[in-house]
T-cell receptor, first 113, second 113 residues
Framework: GNSVTQMEGPVTLSEEAFLTINCTYT??????LFWYVQYPGEGLQLLLK?????DKGSNKGFEATYRKETTSFHLEKGSVQVSDSAVYFC????????????FGSGTQLTVLP | DGGITQSPKYLFRKEGQNVTLSCEQN?????MYWYRQDPGQGLRLIYY???????QKGDIAEGYSVSREKKESFPLTVTSAQKNPTAFYLC????????????FGSGTRLTVV
């Protein structure tokens, strides 16, 4: 079956530090990959996505590249801000018959001023 | 603006009561989903529906029920059979069975008192 493994949290960084949150996956077929962000007390917002190998998703300074050879989709940002503090979820959906999002366990990020 | 509306934002339930959580979308999405999120954990799928008048159990359907009488609406009932209902409940919808991602509501926090 499909699965997503995310870097364990929590992660604490100083403002303007470089961020990497690792995500690897196991899937049948050719999955689409996503990063979602959840701010405290809110629902999930789609941050970025990639639908095929070597695609790079980007949004709000965040980037992730779909690496089929390493089955990875690591999230990066060159300079984090306090407002980036949130929980980040990696997810995939496969092209099989039961198309449901499979989520990682989430990574809590705290950015200190 | 199109989106998903969940209500209420906070809900309190007494032991032995059934409660219904509302989820309405005006995105013209075919598929809708209910997830449960417990503190510090990822999301677990309760039920999903790909078309009107049809729905499928997810990973943790016991103690929950749903209906899909209209495309726009997918209410979730938490029954007295659900032994530990205190959690954050998220509704989502998607077009094309989710290949481009899901849109999430802002969630309902249910507490048993």
């Amino acid at each position: 079956g499909n699965s997503v493994t995310q870097m364990e949290g929590p992660v604490t960084l100083s403002e303007e530090a470089f961020l990497t949150i690792n995500c690897t996956y196991t899937a049948t077929g050719y999955p689409s990959l996503f990063w979602y962000v959840q701010y405290p007390g809110e629902g999930l917002q789609l941050l970025l996505k990639a639908t095929k190998a070597d695609d790079k998703g980007s949004n709000k300074g965040f980037e992730a590249t779909y690496r089929k050879e390493t089955t990875s989709f690591h999230l990066e940002k060159g300079s984090v801000q306090v407002s980036d503090s949130a929980v980040y979820f990696c997810a995939l959906i496969s092209s099989g018959s039961a198309r449901q999002l499979t989520f990682g366990s989430g990574t809590q990020l705290t950015v200190l001023p | 603006d199109g989106g998903i509306t969940q209500s209420p934002k906070y809900l309190f339930r007494k032991e032995g009561q059934n409660v219904t959580l509302s989820c309405e979308q005006n995105l013209n999405h075919d598929a809708m989903y209910w997830y449960r999120q417990d503190p510090g954990q990822g999301l677990r799928l309760i039920y999903y529906s790909q078309i009107v008048n049809d729905f499928q159990k997810g990973d943790i359907a016991e103690g929950y029920s749903v209906s899909r009488e209209k495309k726009e609406s997918f209410p979730l009932t938490v029954t007295s059979a659900q032994k530990n209902p205190t959690a954050f409940y998220l509704c989502a919808s998607s077009i094309d069975n989710g290949i481009y991602g899901y849109t999430f509501g802002s969630g309902t926090r249910l507490t048993v008192v």
